[in-house]
């Protein structure tokens, strides 16, 4: 019973983080580079936020808490089921990386020339989390 809650608020979660950023890559990213202006790119980014972060949150979360229900071994990739999950925790942690860099270094002296810079980012993410949605399907349909 409590797995289901779990799968529920992880595929929520999973709606919000791998939509959000589809939207942002197909829609506002090319619009910012055609119009070399990066107001369509730093708008969403600001109204998303504080969705997008708490969604990778419960994300991380309730991927852990099923983890440790499925006893899968952290570092592992004896099995299907431990790769899927461990590389799910390194897709995990470049994502984390990334979205640093952005934070750090891109986004607080964003100019349109760094624009490119920006983009291969965000498309970076998002065909990562096209990825961990794939690897979690793969969990129970088999790689
Ligand atoms: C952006 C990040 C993530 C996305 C988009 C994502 C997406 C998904 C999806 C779509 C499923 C399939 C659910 C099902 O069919 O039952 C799934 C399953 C799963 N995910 Fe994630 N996931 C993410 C992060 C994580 C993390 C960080 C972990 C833990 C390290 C994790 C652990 C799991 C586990 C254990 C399952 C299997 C649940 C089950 O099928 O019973 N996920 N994930």
Redesign the pocket.
């Known amino acids: 019973m409590m797995?289901r809650w779990l799968?529920i608020a992880?595929?929520l979660g999973?709606t919000i983080?791998?939509g959000g950023h589809l939207i942002l890559a197909i829609r506002y990213l090319p619009k910012a580079l055609k119009e070399k202006d990066i107001s369509p790119v730093v708008d969403f980014e600001k109204h998303y936020e504080a969705l997008g972060l708490p969604a990778?949150f419960l994300?991380?979360i309730t991927?852990?808490w099923?983890?440790s229900i499925?006893q899968?071994k952290w570092f592992s990739f004896d099995t299907v089921q431990y790769s899927i999950?461990n590389l799910?925790?390194i897709l995990?942690i470049t994502t984390l990386l990334l979205a640093l860099h952005v934070r750090i270094v891109i986004l607080p002296e964003l100019t349109p020339k760094k624009l490119p810079m920006l983009a291969l980012h965000i498309i970076l993410v998002t065909v990562i989390?096209v990825a961990?949605?794939y690897l979690?399907?793969s969990?129970?349909l088999g790689l």
């Open positions: 797995l799968v992880h595929v999973a983080w791998v990778l994300q991380i991927g852990i099923m983890a499925y899968i999950i799910k925790l995990l989390a961990m949605l979690g399907l969990f129970r």
